[in-house]
């Protein structure tokens, strides 16, 4: 499970969260996280870097609409 990925937002668009998760992917088969389905920045980036939807659901703590998604390893 992939907690969070968080960057700055001044340094936003570099290219960090990129290697962040190509990083992640060179130790993991497989990854899977959450985010909230209204964040469409973080849906298309993660989107972007091969993970597909694979459910939606609430977030139990505030209730928002959320996305769970993974990335497998081909």
């Known amino acids: 499970m ?3 990925i968080f960057v700055a937002p001044s340094a ?3 290219g960090i ?3 962040l998760i190509e ?3 060179t130790v993991r088969e497989r990854l ?3 985010v909230y389905s209204a964040n469409a920045a ?3 980036f993660y989107r972007r870097h091969g993970f597909a939807v694979i459910s939606e659901q ?3 703590h505030t209730g928002h609409p959320e996305l769970a ?3 497998q390893r081909d």
Request: aromatic fraction near 4%; charge should be negative.
């Open 23 to 25: 990083q992640a992917k």
């Open 42 to 44: 973080s849906v298309a």
């Open 2 to 4: 992939l907690a969070a």
């Open 69 to 71: 998604m993974a990335w």
């Open 32 to 34: 899977e996280l959450t």
């Open 17 to 19: 969260g990129s290697a």
């Open 58 to 60: 609430l977030d139990p």
């Open 12 to 14: 936003q668009g570099g």
